[in-house]
C-alpha cells in the first residue's frame, strides 16, 4: 500500500567515515549492490528483509557513485575519482555459512572497520575473521609503500582490534594525511581508507 509504507529491516555499513554514505542500489536475485560513497563497493544479502547482512566490499578509492549488476556475476560501478570498476561477486552457496557462537558478530567472511576517522594521533582497527587463518593487518600511504603491520600471523576465528599509534615500523610519527589499512586473510584482501591528523 503506497499511502502507508512501513520499514521492515535497515542495513548500515560503515568504516566510521564522516563522508560515508549509501548513493546508489540495485537490487537482484536477493543482493543489494551499494555505491557507498567512500566506503567503495557494498553487497548486503537481502533475501530476508527483515536481516539484511554483509556479503561482500571492496573499498574503490574515490567516490562509489553508481552500481549496476551485469551478466555472469559481473558487477559495474563507477567511481567518481578513478572511473569504472568491474567486479565479480559470486554468491556463496547456500547452507554453507556458519556463525562463531561465542561471538556476536556475522563472520561469514572477514571484515574490516576503523575508528574514529579522520583519526587524531591514533585509531582503534576491529576485523573479524570467519576461521583460524593466516593474516596480516598492516598501514600503507598512498603510494602503496608499506608503512606499518600490526598483526602478521594466525589469529583465530571471531572478532580482534589493534591500536594503530600513528608510528611507522621504525617508531617515527607519519605525516598527516591519507592512508590505507590493508586486511589479508587467506586468498581475500579487505582495504580501508583512513585520514590521519596531527
Given at each position: 500500500d503506497p499511502t502507508t509504507p512501513s520499514q521492515v529491516g535497515t542495513f548500515i555499513y560503515t568504516d566510521n567515515d564522516l563522508y560515508g554514505y549509501a548513493h546508489n542500489v540495485y537490487v537482484q536475485d536477493g543482493y543489494a549492490y551499494i555505491s557507498y560513497a567512500t566506503d567503495g563497493f557494498v553487497v548486503a544479502n537481502v533475501s530476508n528483509p527483515t536481516n539484511p547482512t554483509l556479503d561482500g566490499f571492496y573499498d574503490t578509492p574515490g567516490y562509489a557513485w553508481g552500481v549496476h549488476p551485469g551478466m555472469n556475476e559481473v558487477v559495474y560501478l563507477t567511481d567518481s575519482h578513478t572511473g569504472l570498476w568491474i567486479f565479480q561477486f559470486t554468491p556463496p552457496p547456500p547452507g554453507v555459512?556458519?556463525?562463531?557462537?561465542?561471538?556476536?558478530?556475522?563472520?561469514?567472511?572477514?571484515?574490516?572497520?576503523?575508528?574514529?576517522?579522520?583519526?587524531?594521533?591514533?585509531?582503534?582497527?576491529?576485523?573479524?575473521?570467519?576461521?583460524?587463518?593466516?593474516?596480516?593487518?598492516?598501514?600503507?600511504?598512498?603510494?602503496?609503500?608499506?608503512?606499518?603491520?600490526?598483526?602478521?600471523?594466525?589469529?583465530?576465528?571471531?572478532?580482534?582490534?589493534?591500536?594503530?599509534?600513528?608510528?611507522?615500523?621504525?617508531?617515527?610519527?607519519?605525516?598527516?594525511?591519507?592512508?590505507?589499512?590493508?586486511?589479508?586473510?587467506?586468498?581475500?584482501?579487505?582495504?580501508?581508507?583512513?585520514?590521519?591528523?596531527?
Open positions: 555459512e556458519e556463525e562463531d557462537p561465542n561471538s556476536d558478530v556475522r563472520v561469514s567472511q572477514p571484515s574490516l572497520t576503523h575508528h574514529p576517522n579522520p583519526a587524531k594521533s591514533s585509531a582503534r582497527i576491529s576485523f573479524s575473521l570467519p576461521n583460524r587463518i593466516q593474516t596480516r593487518l598492516g598501514i600503507y600511504d598512498l603510494t602503496g609503500r608499506q608503512v606499518q603491520v600490526l598483526v602478521d600471523g594466525v589469529r583465530e576465528a571471531g572478532s580482534h582490534s589493534v591500536v594503530w599509534d600513528g608510528r611507522d615500523g621504525r617508531g617515527e610519527r607519519v605525516a598527516s594525511g591519507v592512508y590505507f589499512v590493508r586486511l589479508s586473510a587467506g586468498d581475500i584482501t579487505a582495504t580501508k581508507k583512513m585520514i590521519l591528523l596531527k
